[in-house]
């Protein structure tokens, strides 16, 4: 059983479209994020909800909208897709905000603007 | 082999060798490190972890060094492996806890 489950795994668009990326998690965790991973391999973090409610949003540009209907679900939806956004975005949960522990990544989807 | 941190994102060592992987982490208040380690076309894996009260945890062929004085963490491979081939990360929490900050990830290659 995979523990945090991203779909898909792969996405290939065109510049302009709009596109979903999905995440699960069935660890129980409450705080879920969105990391963002460049050609460099840089993990730069873009939101977090606890519970269902926002609690990070980094300098992202507005057309990245996280949506989370429950706190097993952390979903992204990206608008208006730019070459820029080419990258590797990763899921992942942790327990809760504040306890000692680490995150659980989910799989990555490649994202590739063309 | 050693690598050097932030300067030097790549490491390559030959198998049976022992690996230290250096980290400078930014926040003097963190007081909970993370390695991790990435395989291709894999998320990040939990390998180790160490709390601001401690200087040094082993695990399996793993040992993390903290040195709060300068800011560093280290990650110690013993006898590594081909498999042990990856990206590893260090990452700090803050006492605040929202998140973890992740450092400049460092490339090993572990040649047969």
């Known amino acids: 059983d995979t523990a945090v489950s991203q779909t898909p795994k792969y996405l290939v668009t065109q510049m302009g479209n709009d596109k979903s990326i999905k995440c699960e998690q069935n660890?129980?965790?409450?705080?879920m994020y969105w990391y963002k991973q460049d050609s460099k391999k840089f993990l730069k973090i873009m939101f977090s909800?606890?519970?269902?409610?926002l609690i990070i949003n980094e300098t992202v540009p507005n057309r990245f909208s996280p949506k989370s209907p429950d706190k097993a679900h952390l979903n992204l939806h990206i608008n208006s897709l730019e070459l820029g956004d080419s990258a590797v975005y990763f899921c992942a949960s942790r327990q809760d905000l504040w306890g000692v522990g680490g995150y659980t990544f989910g799989s990555g989807t490649r994202l590739t603007v063309v | 082999g050693e690598s050097v941190g932030l300067h030097l994102p790549t490491l390559s060592v030959q198998e049976g060798d022992n690996s230290i992987i250096n980290c400078a982490y930014s926040?003097?208040?963190?007081?909970?490190f993370i390695w991790y380690k990435q395989e291709s076309g894999k998320g990040p894996q939990f390998i180790i972890d160490?709390?601001?009260?401690?200087d040094k945890r082993q695990g399996q062929r793993v040992t993390v060094l903290l040195n709060k004085t300068v800011k560093h963490l280290s990650l110690q491979i013993a006898a590594t492996q081909p498999g042990d081939s990856a990206v590893y990360f260090c990452a700090e929490n803050a006492p605040s806890g929202s998140r973890l900050t992740f450092g400049e990830g460092t490339q090993l290659t572990v040649n047969p």
């Open positions: 160490i709390r601001s009260n401690m």
């Open positions: 926040n003097s208040a963190s007081d909970y």
């Open positions: 909800y606890n519970n269902k409610e």
């Open positions: 660890l129980g965790h409450d705080t």
